[in-house]
């Protein structure tokens, strides 16, 4: 492939990969937790990021990791204490740090509108060798958290009480969560963009979810997912010269729609044959089905 002649499309494949894997790794637990938004509002918080890195002169990736951390750590702590008053704050906070950014990136003497819509929409050609050893260190980081504390994190997204009575640091965790997912948008917005990174924390978890009830089975195959779209979003981008983020969600959501699709069918050929193998009045009509993506 003569892509792979070419450095920058190496750097930016390497950031494919490991945006692939970073981002439904992520992702399944904001699902289980029904925060899937969650990665929507804190891209909006990190371009506030990239345009103090442009600004001071500073790598925007690091600047864009702190921010896009603190305002994460706020939507927590929003969501314990904001009571009713909970849905403006985030909405202030989203919003602002959309709008700092672009007063930020416009300010600083090398911010352009080239510069803000790479980040917005992700970009190939500008992925260079420092983003990608931020982007290993950082996706390091992610996946470290979510594979090593799969279990506690499972936990405390399914049933926050049941995990608090087992003695589970449920805040600590919740905190950790979000902080990975900060950490998770800055890794993906050279290659898909913080408008479009919420998709690809989200999606791939949908379309695992349509063929397995296991949660480490979901886990799998939405990283295996995520890999194949931003691969493909990506080698489809070099040859077409398409935007790389657009291109990456967009096969997402085939890949979705193609699962659902698939799965449909067998899962009522599933439903009938039980029905029909189960007597009348068999007890079993009356038991509570398996919760969805049980820890098995």
Not at 98 to 122: D, E, H, K, Q, W
Not at 243 to 255: D, K, W, Y
């Amino acid at each position: 492939m003569d892509l792979l002649d070419y450095a920058f499309m190496q750097r930016a494949l390497l950031a494919a990969v490991l945006v692939g894997i970073t981002a439904p790794a992520v992702g399944i637990y904001l699902v289980q937790r029904r925060q899937a938004l969650m990665g929507d509002g804190i891209g909006h918080v990190a371009m506030t990021g990239v345009g103090l890195g442009f600004l001071l002169s500073w790598s925007p990736i690091w600047m864009a990791t702190a921010v896009s951390v603190l305002g994460a750590v706020l939507m927590e702590l929003i969501r314990w204490y904001g009571r009713t008053r909970g849905d403006i704050a985030l909405a202030m906070l989203f919003y602002g740090g959309m709008a700092g950014g672009v007063m930020f990136i416009n300010l600083a003497p090398t911010g352009s509108n080239a510069n803000l819509t790479s980040y917005l929409f992700g970009s190939l050609s500008t992925v260079s060798e420092s983003d990608v050893s931020a982007i290993c260190v950082l996706a390091a980081f992610v996946v470290l958290v979510t594979v090593g504390l799969r279990r506690q994190l499972f936990a405390v997204s399914q049933d926050e009480e049941f995990a608090r009575v087992t003695g589970l640091p449920v805040r600590a965790l919740n905190l950790l969560t979000a902080i990975t997912a900060a950490v998770t948008v800055t890794v993906a917005m050279r290659v898909v963009g913080l408008l479009l990174v919420s998709a690809l924390m989200v999606v791939p978890v949908a379309a695992a979810q349509q063929l397995s009830r296991s949660f480490a089975a979901t886990f799998a195959i939405s990283v295996a997912i995520g890999v194949s779209v931003t691969i493909g979003g990506t080698v489809t981008s070099y040859y077409q010269d398409v935007p790389p983020g657009a291109t990456i969600v967009l096969l997402t959501i085939g890949a979705f729609v193609l699962l659902t699709a698939l799965a449909t069918p067998v899962a009522r050929r599933r439903a009938r044959a039980a029905a029909a193998a189960q007597p009348a009045g068999d007890p079993a009509e009356c038991a509570i089905p398996a919760t969805r993506g049980s820890g098995d």
